[in-house]
C-alpha cells in the first residue's frame, strides 16, 4: 500500500449533499465518468437507496482497490489538484480524522484487501450537509447551500439554480440544466436524519460532520444531537459544525458540552464590510462577538474547540492579512488553540480568485510573511504550518499575470449593483489605486 496517494475515507467516511447524494467524501469528482453511481448509472441518493447499498457498492470498492494500489484515483482529482500547487486538501483533513476518531482503520483496510475490499462496518464518519435552509446569500456560494442565495439572486440571475448536481435524480431534471425557481431541499424533515442513520450506524460513529446550509438552525440537527446526547452516543463521538455564526441557538450551545470533542469551525473571510460583502447579509459587529463568546465556552469547556473556515476570494484576498493578522492577536489574548480549519480558494464564477492581479497576489504574500516573521516565536506550531501552506499556495496561483484591472473592474461593477448602499470602490480601493500605477 503506498502513502503517496492514498486516503482512507472510502474505508471509513461517506458524505451526504444537500439534495441527499451519498458520495465518497465531500470533495469527490462530480465529473460524470466518476460520479458515485449505481450499476443503473444513477447517482447514490438517500431518496432511492440506502446507506447499505452504497457503502460496499462495486464503485466505492473499485475506488478502494485504487487507492490501496497507490494509484492517483480520478475520483479524487480535486484533492491532487489542490496538493500539487502545496494547498490544503481533504485528504489531509482525512489523516487527521484517522488520528483523532479511528486510529484503527489500518486494521480494517487491510481486512478488506483480502476481501475483495469489502468492509463489514458502517462507516466511523459521515459528513452530512442537511439541507440548503440558510439564513446567508454568500457570493461564492449557490443556490444549492443556501435557501437565501436562491431568493437573494433569482431576479438578478435567469439560472439561479444552476445544479453542480446533474440530472439523474429527480431535483435537477430540466433538460438544459437550468432552473429558475430556487431549490428547496428538505429532506431532513421528509427523511429524517434518525432514519438515515438509525441505532445500528450509531454503534460504529466516532465522528460526526454537520454542515448545510446553516447547521445550527436547522431543526432536525438539534433534534437528532439532542438525541446522541440523551442516548450516551455523544460521549464517544467527535462533533463537528460548520457555522456562519450570525446566531447562536441556546439548544446548540448546550448541546456541545455532552460530546467527546466538538469542533466549531466559524466562518469568517475578512476583516469588516469586505466579509459583509462577501458573506451577505452578515453583520460583521455580530459575528466578531459570536465568535467571542464560542471562543470562551471553548474556555470554560476543555472539549469544545473553536476553528476558522476562510474562503478566499477575489474579493478577500487583499485583505487575509487584516484576518489573519488578527487570528494571531485572538489566540494570544484568549490564551486558546484556534485552529484554521482550511483556506480554500474559489476558482469559479464571479468572485474566481484567477481574476486577482498578479501584483495584487505577490502583495499579500509577502505582508503574510511579514506578520509571519515578526509573531513566529508566540504562534503554536500549527499556525505557522497553516501560515506556511497559505503563502505557498498564493505564490503558485494562476492569477492575471498581465496585471489586467478590467476584469476585477467588471466585477466590482456588479457587485454595486447588488448593494446600492454601499460604496463598493471605497470597500475595495485596493483594485482602483493600484491599477493606475
Given at each position: 500500500?503506498?502513502?503517496?496517494f492514498?486516503?482512507?475515507?472510502?474505508?471509513?467516511?461517506?458524505?451526504?449533499?444537500?439534495?441527499?447524494?451519498?458520495?465518497?467524501?465531500?470533495?469527490?469528482s462530480y465529473?460524470?465518468?466518476?460520479?458515485?453511481?449505481d450499476?443503473?448509472?444513477?447517482?447514490?441518493?438517500?431518496?432511492?437507496?440506502?446507506?447499505k447499498?452504497?457503502?460496499?457498492?462495486?464503485?466505492?470498492?473499485?475506488?478502494?482497490?485504487?487507492?490501496?494500489?497507490?494509484?492517483?484515483?480520478?475520483?479524487?482529482?480535486?484533492?491532487?489538484q489542490?496538493?500539487?500547487?502545496?494547498?490544503?486538501?481533504?485528504?489531509k483533513?482525512?489523516?487527521?480524522?484517522?488520528?483523532?476518531?479511528?486510529?484503527?482503520?489500518?486494521?480494517?483496510?487491510?481486512?478488506s484487501?483480502?476481501?475483495?475490499?469489502?468492509?463489514?462496518?458502517?462507516?466511523?464518519?459521515?459528513?452530512?450537509?442537511?439541507?440548503?435552509?440558510?439564513?446567508?446569500?454568500c457570493?461564492?456560494?449557490?443556490a444549492?447551500?443556501?435557501?437565501?442565495?436562491?431568493?437573494?439572486?433569482?431576479e438578478?440571475?435567469?439560472?439561479?439554480?444552476?445544479?453542480?448536481?446533474q440530472?439523474?435524480?429527480?431535483?435537477a431534471?430540466?433538460?438544459?440544466?437550468?432552473?429558475?425557481?430556487?431549490?428547496?431541499?428538505?429532506?431532513?424533515?421528509?427523511?429524517?436524519?434518525?432514519?438515515?442513520i438509525?441505532?445500528?450506524?450509531?454503534?460504529?460513529l466516532?465522528?460526526?460532520?454537520?454542515?448545510?446550509g446553516?447547521p445550527?438552525i436547522?431543526?432536525?440537527?438539534?433534534?437528532?444531537?439532542?438525541?446522541?446526547?440523551?442516548n450516551g452516543?455523544?460521549?464517544?463521538?467527535?462533533?463537528i459544525?460548520?457555522?456562519?455564526?450570525?446566531k447562536?441557538h441556546?439548544?446548540?450551545?448546550?448541546?456541545?458540552?455532552?460530546?467527546?470533542?466538538?469542533?466549531?469551525?466559524?466562518?469568517?473571510d475578512a476583516?469588516?464590510?469586505?466579509?459583509?460583502?462577501?458573506?451577505?447579509?452578515?453583520?460583521?459587529?455580530?459575528?466578531?462577538?459570536?465568535?467571542?463568546?464560542?471562543?470562551?465556552?471553548?474556555?470554560q469547556?476543555?472539549?469544545?474547540?473553536v476553528?476558522?473556515?476562510?474562503?478566499?476570494?477575489?474579493?478577500?484576498l487583499?485583505?487575509v492579512?487584516?484576518l489573519?493578522?488578527?487570528?494571531?492577536d485572538t489566540?494570544?489574548?484568549?490564551?486558546?488553540?484556534?485552529d484554521?480549519?482550511?483556506?480554500?480558494?474559489?476558482?469559479k464564477?464571479?468572485l474566481?480568485?484567477?481574476?486577482?492581479?498578479q501584483?495584487?497576489a505577490?502583495?499579500?504574500?509577502?505582508?503574510?510573511?511579514?506578520?509571519?516573521d515578526i509573531?513566529?516565536?508566540?504562534?503554536p506550531?500549527?499556525?505557522?504550518?497553516?501560515?506556511?501552506d497559505l503563502?505557498?499556495?498564493?505564490e503558485?496561483?494562476?492569477?492575471n499575470h498581465e496585471?489586467?484591472?478590467?476584469?476585477?473592474?467588471?466585477?466590482?461593477?456588479?457587485?454595486?449593483a447588488?448593494?446600492?448602499?454601499?460604496?463598493?470602490?471605497?470597500?475595495?480601493?485596493i483594485?482602483?489605486?493600484?491599477?493606475?500605477a
Amino acid at each position: 500500500m503506498s502513502e503517496k496517494f492514498f486516503c482512507s475515507f472510502p474505508w471509513g467516511h461517506l458524505d451526504i449533499e444537500t439534495n441527499g447524494d451519498i458520495k465518497y467524501c465531500c470533495a469527490s469528482s462530480y465529473d460524470d465518468d466518476h460520479k458515485f453511481k449505481d450499476e443503473n448509472n444513477q447517482h447514490y441518493n438517500i431518496h432511492t437507496h440506502s446507506i447499505k447499498d452504497a457503502w460496499n457498492s462495486s464503485r466505492i470498492r473499485a475506488l478502494r482497490q485504487k487507492l490501496y494500489n497507490g494509484e492517483r484515483a480520478p475520483e479524487c482529482a480535486n484533492c491532487w489538484q489542490s496538493e500539487d500547487i502545496g494547498g490544503w486538501s481533504v485528504r489531509k483533513a482525512a489523516q487527521g480524522a484517522e488520528k483523532d476518531s479511528y486510529p484503527w482503520i489500518s486494521e480494517i483496510i487491510k481486512k478488506s484487501a483480502q476481501n475483495n475490499f469489502y468492509v463489514d462496518h458502517t462507516p466511523y464518519f459521515y459528513q452530512i450537509q442537511t439541507g440548503n435552509l440558510c439564513n446567508l446569500a454568500c457570493k461564492m456560494c449557490h443556490a444549492n447551500y443556501s435557501t437565501t442565495y436562491g431568493e437573494f439572486y433569482s431576479e438578478i440571475y435567469e439560472d439561479v439554480s444552476l445544479p453542480k448536481y446533474q440530472p439523474d435524480t429527480e431535483y435537477a431534471k430540466s433538460p438544459d440544466h437550468r432552473v429558475k425557481d430556487p431549490v428547496r431541499f428538505d429532506w431532513p424533515s421528509t427523511v429524517g436524519l434518525t432514519q438515515l442513520i438509525d441505532d445500528n450506524k450509531l454503534k460504529n460513529l466516532t465522528r460526526l460532520y454537520l454542515s448545510g446550509g446553516e447547521p445550527t438552525i436547522i431543526k432536525e440537527n438539534l433534534d437528532f444531537l439532542e438525541k446522541l446526547v440523551n442516548n450516551g452516543y455523544s460521549k464517544n463521538i467527535f462533533l463537528i459544525i460548520t457555522t456562519n455564526i450570525t446566531k447562536i441557538h441556546p439548544r446548540f450551545a448546550e448541546v456541545l458540552k455532552h460530546f467527546k470533542t466538538a469542533m466549531l469551525i466559524c466562518s469568517m473571510d475578512a476583516v469588516g464590510e469586505p466579509n459583509e460583502i462577501q458573506r451577505y447579509p452578515t453583520v460583521y459587529e455580530t459575528v466578531e462577538k459570536n465568535l467571542q463568546t464560542y471562543i470562551n465556552l471553548s474556555k470554560q469547556h476543555q472539549n469544545i474547540r473553536v476553528s476558522l473556515n476562510i474562503v478566499l476570494s477575489c474579493l478577500t484576498l487583499p485583505y487575509v492579512d487584516k484576518l489573519l493578522q488578527k487570528y494571531i492577536d485572538t489566540i494570544k489574548e484568549n490564551e486558546i488553540s484556534i485552529d484554521i480549519a482550511g483556506v480554500p480558494f474559489v476558482e469559479k464564477g464571479d468572485l474566481n480568485i484567477k481574476c486577482v492581479p498578479q501584483e495584487i497576489a505577490t502583495n499579500t504574500a509577502q505582508k503574510l510573511k511579514s506578520i509571519l516573521d515578526i509573531n513566529k516565536q508566540d504562534m503554536p506550531s500549527y499556525a505557522v504550518g497553516n501560515f506556511v501552506d497559505l503563502i505557498s499556495a498564493l505564490e503558485n496561483w494562476q492569477y492575471n499575470h498581465e496585471n489586467n484591472y478590467a476584469d476585477i473592474h467588471n466585477i466590482l461593477d456588479r457587485i454595486q449593483a447588488h448593494h446600492p448602499d454601499r460604496n463598493i470602490k471605497q470597500i475595495f480601493d485596493i483594485y482602483y489605486e493600484n491599477c493606475y500605477a
